[in-house]
């Protein structure tokens, strides 16, 4: 079993950065592929970026290719999501997931899920 907890959001300017941090509970942490997904009202949830058990293979969705960078620190059971360039279109509401097994793109292969945080980006 798994728990995660999203935190870092917020509001910012077009532009600006944020660093999302996805904080999990359990043993088997190190053993799971890691994913931030987000959902933007009236739409559906869709992969933003992706990564492996190790940390050494890294999936980034191409609407945020070269502005985001997913990592993790498996000794401290946490996984971030860095944002710089910050776009309007950017706001939503940002999901932590993990999965037993490989990394994947789709949310329906996650098993564990965090509550969410909000990012909003003014512009």
């Known amino acids: 079993q798994v728990q995660l907890v999203e935190s870092g959001g917020g509001l910012v300017q077009t532009g600006g950065s944020l660093r999302l941090t996805c904080a999990a509970s359990?043993?088997?942490?190190?053993?799971?592929?890691m994913a931030w997904f987000r959902q933007a009202p009236g739409k559906e949830r869709e992969f933003v970026a992706g990564i492996d058990w190790s940390g050494t293979i890294t999936n980034i969705a191409d609407s945020v290719k070269g502005r985001f960078t997913i990592s993790r620190d498996n000794d401290k059971n946490t996984v971030f999501l860095l944002m710089n360039s910050l776009k309007p279109e950017d706001t939503a509401v940002y999901y932590c997931?993990?999965?037993?097994?490989?990394?994947?793109?789709?949310?329906?292969?996650?098993?564990?899920w965090g509550q969410g945080t909000q990012v909003t980006v003014s512009s």
């Open positions: 997931a993990g999965r037993n097994g490989y990394s994947a793109q789709t949310s329906g292969q996650y098993d564990y």
């Open positions: 359990g043993r088997t942490f190190r053993t799971h592929a």
